[in-house]
Structures are given as structure tokens and as C-alpha cells.
């Protein structure tokens, strides 16, 4: 079936301090790939998202490249703030099925001044 | 403009209770989408509408869980007989078009349902 597997949270920095989130996922066909994140009191926002091998999906100094070889999207940036704090998504979704989501089961990020 | 919307935001009830959830899609948004999230997790697929009609309600956990969108644009989720492992935060949410590839889909704030 199709799934994501992520990093398992709560991920704790130090602020400029480089970010990781590995993300891998499994799918029957091609499915465009997403991060969304969800702050502190509000709504899930799409971060970024990449629809095909190789493509690099970037926002707000965050980016991640669809790795089909690998089946990862790995998130990443290269200086954190503390308004980073959040938890992050790493998603999927095929057309084949409606374009419904399948989510991780997401990573908290606290980030420390 | 407005962003999709979902009342009440707090619901509370008791186990055997029935419950309505609404989601005011964006307006002129085609597809409409229903999520669960429990604490601590991702969110999960329950049911999807093109339209009025529901084109996927795979998700749906069982025959307790019903959904509507009579006139393409609010949807109801309609759950009987709650039990308190239906407490969650259910939500909405709405794409354009996903026939013309506009499918990104855009996130309501949610319903936190807590069953007692």
C-alpha cells in the first residue's frame, strides 16, 4: 500500500542550528510528494511540495528534492529560528486515488534561542 | 478571501451521542475533503466529494460515520452513537478542481471532537 515513514520527533536545536527531517515513503505509481507544517495553535499549511523525480520544492528558506532512486524527500534548512517551532508532515498523494493525502505521522521541531 | 471554515471549533459530548460537523469549503472549490487526527498523530483520509457526490469514502471507519454535501458546496460529517475513540480533530478540506490538476488542497482549522 502507500505509506510515509518520518523521523520520529521531538527534534530539539539550537537556533542557526542545520535541520534535517528524513521522510521515505512507498507508492504504487507516482505520486506528487508534500511537507506541510502545523504551528503552535493553528491550521496544517502546505509548506512545500515537488510533483516529480528530481524536482526541488522550497519555502521560506526550507527546501526538499523528490528522490525517486531513494523514495525519500528528505526537509531541510540550513539556519533555524525559533519560529520554526512547529511539527512537520511529510505527505503523499496520487491522482489515481483522488488526490487524497497520505501522511506521516509528523515530527515536532522545538527550537531553542 | 475567505479560507475553508469549520464549525463548531470545540465540540464536547457524551458516548451514544450523535454529532454534526460542518465545512464551508472555499468558495467555487469542487473537491472537498474530510481527515481525522488523533493526538499525536498524522492526519487520515475519511471520505471524499466531487461535487455533491462522495467519490471515495474509503475511510470512513464504519457504518457509524456518514457524510453529505447536498448542494457541492457545505459538507456535513455525521457521526452516531459516539464512541470516545472518536475523540479527534476532524478536518476539512477543499481543492479547485483536482479533473484540471488544480488539487492542491487547502486545510480548515479543524473541529476538536471530545467524547466523554
Known amino acids: 500500500g502507500n505509506s510515509v515513514t518520518q523521523m520520529e520527533g521531538p527534534v530539539t536545536l539550537s537556533e542557526e542550528a542545520f535541520l534535517t527531517i528524513n521522510c521515505t515513503y512507498t507508492?504504487?505509481?507516482?505520486?506528487?510528494l508534500f511537507w506541510y507544517v502545523q504551528y503552535p495553535g493553528e491550521g496544517l499549511q502546505l509548506l512545500l511540495k515537488?510533483?516529480?523525480?528530481?524536482d526541488k520544492g522550497s519555502n521560506k528558506g526550507f527546501e526538499a528534492t523528490y528522490r525517486k532512486e531513494t523514495t525519500s524527500f528528505h526537509l531541510e534548512k540550513g539556519s533555524v529560528q525559533v519560529s520554526d517551532s512547529a511539527v512537520y508532515f511529510c505527505a503523499l498523494s496520487l491522482y489515481s486515488s483522488a488526490s487524497k493525502i497520505i501522511f506521516g505521522s509528523g515530527t515536532r521541531l522545538s527550537i531553542r534561542p | 478571501g475567505a479560507g475553508v471554515s469549520q464549525t463548531p471549533s470545540n465540540k464536547v459530548t457524551e458516548k451514544g451521542k450523535y454529532v454534526e460537523l460542518r465545512c464551508d469549503p472555499i468558495s467555487g472549490h469542487t473537491a472537498l475533503y474530510w481527515y481525522r487526527q488523533s493526538l499525536g498523530q498524522g492526519p487520515e483520509f475519511l471520505i471524499y466529494f466531487q461535487g455533491t457526490g462522495a467519490a471515495d469514502d474509503s475511510g470512513l471507519p464504519n457504518d457509524r460515520f456518514f457524510a453529505v454535501r447536498p448542494e457541492g458546496s457545505v459538507s456535513t460529517l455525521k457521526i452516531q452513537r459516539t464512541e470516545r475513540g472518536d475523540s479527534a480533530v476532524y478536518l476539512c478540506?477543499?481543492?479547485?478542481?483536482?479533473?484540471?490538476?488544480?488539487?492542491?488542497?487547502?486545510f480548515g482549522p479543524g473541529t476538536r471532537l471530545t467524547v466523554l
Open positions: 478540506a477543499s481543492s479547485l478542481d483536482i479533473r484540471q490538476g488544480l488539487d492542491e488542497q487547502f
Open positions: 507508492a504504487t505509481g507516482y505520486p506528487s
Open positions: 515537488a510533483t516529480k523525480a528530481d
